[in-house]
């Protein structure tokens, strides 16, 4: 478990999962851990109008941040298709390169250790 200002369970939760898992997509973790995680209108972003995941409950939203501010988890950089495999994707453009969008582009990541992580964003 990270030391951190989010004492929740679901914090603990997301990590075992993406320890155990590895490569774990936002969808998975929205099928996962059903309402609690997704149908909120909170998304995590990594600025330039570049999006990770949208949808999250605040909670969902703020335990994901906990854990890659805490370094406990890391996001990877995968192909839209692994998002489309587990079932959901967001109604945005993917972002195809690291730069500043003018709307909105979708960044398909998934979350892993941060030990095992290469190639994060």
């Avoid at 370094?71 to 959901?88: C, E, F, K």
Wanted: some cysteine; glycine content about 10%.
């Amino acid at each position: 478990m990270i030391a951190g200002d989010l004492p929740h369970p679901l914090v603990e939760r997301i990590q075992e999962y993406v320890a155990k898992t590895d490569y774990v997509t936002f969808a998975e973790l929205a099928n996962r851990f059903g309402d609690e995680f997704r149908g909120g209108e909170h998304c995590l972003s990594k600025g330039n109008n570049t999006v990770l995941w949208i949808g999250m409950t605040e909670e969902a939203a703020k335990a994901v941040t906990a854990l890659l501010e805490g370094g406990a988890i890391a996001v990877q950089p995968t192909s839209p298709l692994t998002y489309l495999i587990d079932g959901s994707c967001p109604g945005l453009p993917v972002a195809k390169q690291a730069r500043r969008y003018k709307t909105p582009h979708w960044l398909p990541v998934t979350l892993r250790p941060a030990g095992k992580c290469v190639g994060g964003v």
